[in-house]
């Protein structure tokens, strides 16, 4: 099967990240949950962009996985 090496006017790694958002707020809410809901509405209501957003919630994932 031939790859498609077609470049898109928006980066993939972006579009991941925008696509799988709700599953690490979902997977931080379990743990602590006013920490979701902080990132749910900071994401909703545009305060902040998915990269940044992406890599906070990452960070506070990993420090809950630590801290088990």
């Given at each position: 099967?031939?790859?498609?090496?077609?470049?898109?006017?928006?980066?993939?790694?972006?579009?991941?990240?925008?696509?799988?958002?709700?599953?690490?707020?979902?997977?931080?809410s379990y743990s602590d949950p006013d920490a979701a809901l902080e990132y749910l509405r900071a994401w909703a209501e545009g305060r902040k962009q998915v990269t940044p957003l992406w890599d906070e919630l990452t960070e506070a994932l990993n420090k809950q996985n630590k801290s088990r």
């Open positions: 099967m031939q790859e498609n090496n077609v470049q898109l006017p928006i980066d993939r790694e972006y579009i991941y990240k925008r696509a799988m958002l709700h599953k690490k707020i979902s997977d931080l």
